[in-house]
């Protein structure tokens, strides 16, 4: 496993951005970061591929938010704008072998999460 530590969340007004980092122990292969908000399950928001840096989008995202990641520095970023109350979750960032994984199962390594407020 590799350890994931997780900063930049925050409370924001709908509309602002934030800019989310995750600091890996290690290389990394693909980074992931995913959301879950009280009640609901964990679900996927953004990958890349640190190798090559391939990405991939959830549909509630594409075009507000930006991955990005710093190989030589093992971390990835979550470039999060135009902010909507829906986006509101505890944010999570993944490590996985796999290209492209959606899925919870599709990680090995998890951080502690950071919350992101977005308020009306």
């Known amino acids: 496993q590799v350890q994931l530590v997780e900063s930049g969340g925050g409370s924001v007004q709908a509309g602002g951005s934030l800019r989310l980092s995750c600091a890996a122990s290690r290389r990394t292969f693909t980074m992931a970061w995913f959301r879950q908000a009280p009640g609901r399950e964990r679900e996927f928001v953004a990958s890349?591929?640190?190798?090559?840096?391939?990405?991939f989008y959830a549909a509630s995202v594409k075009g507000r938010y930006t991955i990005s990641g710093d190989k030589a520095n093992n971390t990835v970023y979550l470039q999060m704008n135009s902010l909507k109350p829906e986006d509101t979750a505890a944010y999570y960032c993944a490590e996985g072998s796999s290209l492209g994984g959606r899925k919870v199962d599709d990680y090995d390594s998890w951080g502690q999460g950071t919350q992101v407020t977005v308020s009306s």
């Open positions: 890349i591929s640190m190798n090559i840096g391939t990405t």
